[in-house]
């Protein structure tokens, strides 16, 4: 079992910054793949970022790139996803999730058997 508890959601202006972060507790946290998504409303849950069980491999959505960027510190447990030039598109709930069964980034949502109970993040334009 793994729990997931995120942070740092809010209210933010366009081109604002904020940093989400994810606490995990259960599994041995460095033994497998992270990742981050988001659902607006009206709309499918999608990837945003993911993360391999070290750190050293990152994967992020083609309408992030460049401004969100995954990291991770196993020795606290803690998944983070720092958001830059936020614009009114990235307005969503935005979930943790942990993927036990892999090491290496994945980009699917089937891949990841928990998930947080979500942060709303609002940007207003």
């Known amino acids: 079992q793994v729990q997931l508890v995120e942070s740092g959601g809010g209210l933010v202006q366009a081109g604002g910054s904020l940093r989400l972060s994810c606490t995990a507790s259960g599994r041995t946290f460095s033994n497998y793949a992270m990742g981050w998504f988001r659902q607006a409303p009206g709309k499918e849950r999608e990837f945003v970022a993911g993360?391999?069980?070290?750190?050293?491999?990152?994967s992020s959505a083609d309408s992030v790139k460049g401004r969100f960027t995954i990291s991770r510190d196993n020795a606290k447990n803690m998944v983070y996803l720092q958001m830059t030039s936020l614009n009114a598109e990235d307005t969503a709930v935005y979930y943790c999730?942990?993927?036990?069964?892999?090491?290496?980034?994945?980009?699917?949502?089937?891949?990841?058997?928990?998930w947080g109970q979500g942060t709303q993040v609002t940007v207003s334009s």
């Open positions: 993360i391999s069980w070290r750190g050293g491999s990152t």
């Open positions: 999730a942990a993927a036990p069964k892999y090491r290496l980034v994945v980009r699917t949502a089937n891949a990841y058997d928990y």
